[in-house]
């Protein structure tokens, strides 16, 4: 018998060879699952397949797992490394395991009486032959003939994914339930449970048929009801109030496809292997295990580019998970892109809801019963892409209906995942400038798209982050335990506004605590510290060791993820980047490495990206430079004034109770670094080192100016309004970056000077008129003035008597 089944998966792995290329899920699940290989593992295939066998003997020999086809040698028996839980092709399902499952459960679980060393690894693992959920039952070769067997591989070959899951270790089991028998019929019942969860994680919920659910959503009591209104308000008919609702619904609901998304996979994955040396994947185990719970999973990334979409969803499709439905601008809606956004899971959401009630109650009761369906939903917080590289100030409108579905009587747990997307090379970036300059912002069409298809080329790596997930659930429980109230149809729950701005602001502090640095925008960075944006390689070289030093022994936190490539190599791969904008020079004395003057306003945009990373360094940086000698109690006191400003703009994960901590562990880096030196209870300069110390230094300097700029006209002006305030600071921000050549666009931009009045207004700058608290805004004023140059602020100084003289001459020509 044993001959003949060899003779049989000999014949079998031809076609198999030939017609199957199958991916694992995950991609390296010795370390990301922590397999022990000095331990026995047992494979668990939910029934009973040769072809399946086969194919996870291929990807175990590319993991460097062992064979499924040897056998484990414990203690002088011979046991088989895998099982079926059920029976292959049988007209009647059983309702049970293998007996000789259970009997093979048993044999292993007596071997760990007798061997206290013993651990044996149990490992399910799944074989997904497609992803779709249809309308029709999803593909299985389980049932299937051989012959439908062979059509199977061929048309769903390249669409193979074999998931190995979480270990189970048998010497756990039996220490917390013994070795009896009834402990293995428990492993093979808690194991088919297991693959019912992983097939349902992996193709999702079954589509809904879209007319069913319009007819559905119509006869809801909140869209009747808005739909009388309409028809009230415009004195229309109910008929043709009710035509513009159906019009509505049909403008914003999603289309799926699992044809056009295995037809989009073949075409992204020729697009990303066209368009980067490589996508970085992190902590996608996370979301995976979301899934296999039950929750409901809301995507948050972070907006960078029109690739966003593209690539989450891609790599969704690649952990083995369902990809989401997207809320698109209706910007995107155009031909031919429109149908093709919208068949691969895009709902299409218009700028503004205000003054359209109709709209804004269909949208609202769609996305509730996506939730209710249990489909994954995605969503950029943003709004819009950042045209600066900087998170933006989080827009609301989509929270707030997710924590409205969830009071309304959602069973699954809602959980949040923030997503962190950073490229070396953004194709909109070039957009992005001539915007900031004052640009029209082009509309997207076809003809813009194709422009952008003939910038296709090597654009580096592509980085994907999960960040740390939100349950919801938990989260309101612990903050807002009064979201539990039955909600009124009428009035808007009282913690609803609150709860809302608190779970977006800790959505983008984890999007932060999630990021990449990359080689790009970690020498971009220290380039752009540089005045003259040119540094000597080795001095270049030596700084940006020096960060990855500070990352390495101060973590910002456990999740951003740094190069392990050294500085040389790191330098190396920018300067081969296309368009990287990095030059290298040599003269008489050696290598010069600069930034060529039209890419030094791009490379801000990159530098943003992590620029939160490194502010706290560089504002304790910027203290010992221009103090030259200075307290450690000064230190601290100086950031205690100035850090709830930073942890505002940039969505900084410190408590104020943590950053002394901090600060600490940065001064005891610096020391050891020898950027400063530590004598008497003092904190000097090193001189030797004193080009490090103004590097690290310069990274905040832009956001002191800017500060100092708003607090300078406060402090001239007390009761200036803070629309005011935020007008002039403005105007004087965009004349010192003429003067003094600074170019990054974020310096004078409108919504960071509004963040910072909002910052001022929280931390008690203003009283309950509005005027400004002299002696605080002294204070802090004071303590900028030490950090600023003198030039900068004789510049600002100027810059406020001429608005001043130009106040007057309108006072008097009025």
């Avoid at 000999?10 to 000095?38: A, G």
């Avoid at 659910?213 to 415009?234: G, P, R, T, Y």
């Avoid at 000064?634 to 994960?653: C, G, N, Q, R, W």
Wanted: hydrophobic share 40%.
């Amino acid at each position: 018998m044993s001959s003949l089944l060899n003779f049989y998966r000999k014949v079998l792995n031809v076609p198999l060879s030939l017609l199957v290329k199958s991916r694992s899920i995950p991609t390296d699940p010795v370390n990301e699952l922590s397999l022990n290989l000095s331990q026995p593992i047992i494979y668990v295939l939910p029934y009973t397949s040769q072809t399946d066998l086969l194919i996870l003997q291929k990807n175990c020999q590319v993991r460097n797992l062992p064979d499924p086809l040897q056998t484990n040698e414990i203690n002088g028996q011979s046991l088989p490394r895998y099982v079926f839980l059920d029976e292959g092709r049988r007209f009647f399902k059983s309702k049970g395991a293998k007996s000789e499952t259970e009997s093979l459960f048993y044999r292993y679980l007596d071997l760990h009486r007798t061997d206290e060393n013993l651990d044996v690894q149990l490992v399910p693992v799944s074989v997904l032959w497609g992803r779709s959920p249809g309308k029709e039952k999803a593909p299985s070769l389980r049932f299937m003939s051989t012959f439908q067997r062979i059509i199977a591989m061929i048309w769903f070959g390249r669409d193979n994914f074999v998931r190995f899951s979480q270990a189970l270790s048998l010497r756990y089991m039996v220490t917390e339930h013994g070795a009896e028998e009834g402990l293995a019929q428990k492993l093979a019942r808690v194991a088919k449970m297991h693959f019912a969860k992983q097939r349902y994680s992996a193709t999702g919920p079954r589509l809904p048929d879209r007319q069913a659910m319009f007819n559905k959503l119509i006869q809801l009591s909140a869209i009747v009801q808005a739909i009388e209104d309409e028809a009230k308000s415009k004195k229309i008919s109910k008929e043709k109030a009710q035509q513009e609702a159906e019009k509505i619904l049909d403008e914003i609901a999603a289309d799926v496809s699992h044809e056009t998304l295995r037809m989009a996979d073949r075409v992204l994955s020729w697009l990303w292997n066209k368009l980067y040396q490589g996508i970085s994947v992190q902590n996608a185990e996370r979301v995976r295990k979301l899934a296999l719970e039950g929750h409901e999973i809301v995507y948050v990334p972070c907006h960078r580019s029109h690739m966003d979409y593209l690539l989450l969803s891609y790599i969704l499709y690649h952990q083995g998970l369902v990809p989401p439905h997207i809320a698109a601008g209706i910007n995107l809606n155009f031909w031919p892109a429109g149908a093709f956004f919208r068949r691969g899971g895009a709902f299409f959401i218009r700028r503004t809801f205000k003054g359209n009630r109709l709209y804004s109650t269909i949208f609202r009761e769609y996305l509730a019963e996506l939730f209710y369906r249990g489909y994954s939903v995605e969503y950029f917080i943003e709004g819009g892409r950042s045209r600066t590289g900087r998170l933006l100030e989080p827009k609301t409108g989509m929270m707030s209906m997710t924590l409205q579905a969830l009071q309304r009587g959602l069973t699954r747990p809602i959980s949040i995942v923030p997503v962190y997307i950073g490229y070396e090379h953004v194709l909109e970036v070039d957009t992005y400038a001539k915007e900031l300059r004052g640009a029209e912002k082009e509309k997207e069409n076809a003809g813009l798209v194709l422009r952008v298809i003939k910038k296709l080329r090597n654009l580096g790596q592509g980085y994907v982050n999960f960040g740390e997930p939100i349950q919801v659930n938990n989260y309101l429980n612990q903050h807002f335990p009064e979201w539990k109230e039955p909600p009124s149809e009428d009035v808007r729950p009282k913690w609803l506004n609150e709860a809302v701005d608190s779970v977006a602001q800790q959505v983008m502090v984890n999007i932060n605590n999630a990021a990449a640095v990359t080689a790009k925008n970690l020498i971009g960075s220290v380039l752009l510290a540089s005045r003259q944006r040119a540094l000597a390689s080795e001095q270049l070289i030596e700084q940006v060791d020096s960060y990855l030093q500070l990352f390495k022994n101060v973590p910002y936190s456990a999740d951003i993820t740094i190069p392990k490539e050294p500085a040389e190599e790191m330098l190396q791969h920018v300067l081969t980047l296309p368009r990287s904008g990095v030059v290298s020079e040599k003269d008489n004395f050696g290598e010069m490495i600069r930034l060529d003057r039209e890419s030094a306003v791009l490379m801000t945009y990159y530098r943003n990206n992590i620029q939160h990373l490194f502010v706290l360094p560089s504002l304790v940086a910027s203290i010992v430079l221009h103090h030259e000698s200075v307290s450690k109690d000064l230190i601290m006191k100086t950031v205690s004034h100035i850090y709830p400003f930073l942890k505002a703009e940039l969505f900084l994960h410190f408590d104020e109770s943590e950053v002394r901590q901090q600060v600490e562990l940065i001064l005891t880096e610096f020391t050891r670094q020898q950027i400063i030196k530590y004598e008497s209870d003092v904190l000097k300069i090193n001189r030797s080192r004193v080009r490090a110390l103004q590097l690290h230094a310069a990274g905040v300097r832009e956001i002191l100016q800017r500060y100092y700029i708003s607090l300078s006209v406060l402090l001239e002006q007390p009761e200036i309004s803070r629309n005011a305030l935020e007008k002039e600071s403005r105007s004087i921000a965009q004349r010192l970056s003429i003067l003094h050549g600074i170019n990054a666009p974020e310096f004078f931009d409108k919504a960071i000077f509004s963040t910072f009045s909002a910052s001022l207004k929280a931390q008690g700058y203003f009283d309950e008129q509005g005027n400004a608290v002299i002696a605080k805004v002294m204070e802090a004023e004071e303590m900028l003035r030490t950090l600023t140059s003198v030039e900068i602020q004789l510049t600002i100084q100027g810059a406020m008597e001429k608005a001043e003289e130009l106040e007057k001459a309108d006072d008097k020509s009025a």
